[in-house]
């Protein structure tokens, strides 16, 4: 059974600082891309950031770029995202996502198989 868990969520201020991880089980992680999604209330799910199986190519939505860093440690089936400078706009529940079969990540949320449940991230001025 795979599961997909995100931890890290919380309430910050503006200019704050979270790191979200993604615990994973019942897959062989090391050998697929994987992504971060969030999505706001009221909004469809985005992009946020995808990393390949190796932990190269990291690509970022331009929203995020220059403020989260995403990264992953095989030995422990688990992926990270750094958020610093949060901002307002960055609230919701991001998601953490394995695309099956693929070395590579990419950033169609269709793309992805497997999904976590989520972990709430809210910013206040």
């Known amino acids: 059974q795979v599961q997909l868990v995100e931890s890290g969520g919380g309430s910050v201020q503006a200019g704050g600082s979270l790191r979200l991880s993604c615990a994973t089980s019942?897959?062989?992680?090391?050998?697929?891309?994987m992504a971060w999604f969030r999505q706001a209330p009221g909004k469809e799910r985005e992009f946020v950031a995808t990393?390949?199986?190796?932990?190269?190519?990291?690509y970022y939505a331009d929203s995020v770029k220059g403020r989260f860093t995403i990264s992953r440690d095989n030995a422990k089936n688990t992926a990270a995202l750094e958020m610093n400078s949060l901002k307002p706009e960055d609230t919701g529940v991001y998601y953490c996502?394995?695309?099956?079969?693929?070395?590579?990540?990419?950033?169609?949320?269709?793309?992805?198989?497997?999904w976590g449940q989520g972990t709430q991230v809210t910013v206040s001025l």
């Open positions: 996502a394995v695309r099956l079969g693929y070395y590579s990540g990419a950033s169609n949320a269709h793309d992805y198989n497997y």
């Open positions: 019942g897959l062989t992680f090391s050998r697929y891309g």
């Open positions: 990393i390949t199986w190796s932990g190269g190519f990291p």
